[in-house]
């Protein structure tokens, strides 16, 4: 029989508002607003909240799985245990990029090998194709293995010629990281029809809707002059920006950012999309 709470009763199970690093400047994006005498003061989070499951979304090439692996390196070599599903490409060639995300980063390797866990979804059909297998494992890997976080790399994977499951699919997983108090990275990709600069995603607003937050990457090709002389860019560069659409868990910063990938394959956040531009002009 289902039952219902007084909110008094919730005050032990209610979850601490703190950051899980990222590895990125976008640690200092979410923040708490806390009262200091007569004034309120923005209190950087650190990180993502604790416990919160966020979308990863953008059109192919952004750096959605750079950031994922570079969030993965950061709380593997913290010590932190992480559950690494890769639905997209094959185990051996995670082994590779987390290998040459900790050279960059200057993280200790060994570290990262000792607490990255992972399932390869990419090459069984029935973890794809069956939700409740893959759950099964998942659930079988954080026991075990005592996993603190999730990467999903990609959610889309899950649902990618049945579209119409979507909702279906990213309630269960987003229940699932809720039950087992995991915070969880979804990676989704969008089809060709959406906006890039949207939080929607191929199975429409599902996994926007049903997540705590939705982070958007893009990219602009500047490919005329008017876009030269705004940004600042020759023709044919690519402009890279990042953006947090939104997040029920705790305040953060809306604005839009531009960001580099290095020669290193790190996310580098350089500067609000306003002040870039303002900057290229100057200069």
Known sequence: MSR???LRELESKA???????TGTKLDEMFYRVEREGDKYVKKPLGGIPHLAV?????????????????FAVTQASHGYKVLFVTVESPANFLY???KQKAEAMGADFSKVEENVVVIDAAESDELRENVKALLDTMAYAIKEKKCTNVIIDSITGLYEHK????RQIVRQVFNFLKKFRQTGILISQKRSAQA????????????????DGTIVLDKKLIESRWDANLYGLPLGEVLRTIRIDGCRMTA???????????DAGLIEIVA???????MRSRG
Do not use: C
């Open 163 to 166: 579209e119409v499951m979507a």
């Open 54 to 70: 966020m979308n990863i979304t953008g059109v192919p090439d952004t750096g959605k799985s750079v950031f994922a692996e570079q």
């Open 272 to 278: 609000p999309l306003s002040e870039y531009i303002k």
């Open 252 to 262: 953060h910063d809306s604005r839009t950012w531009v960001f580099e990938i290095t």
């Open 4 to 6: 219902y709470y007084e």
């Open 96 to 98: 590779t990029a987390l």
């Open 196 to 211: 890039s600069e949207s939080a929607e995603a191929a199975g429409g607003l599902a996994v926007a809707h049903i997540v």
């Open 15 to 21: 979850p601490k508002l703190f950051g899980i690093p």
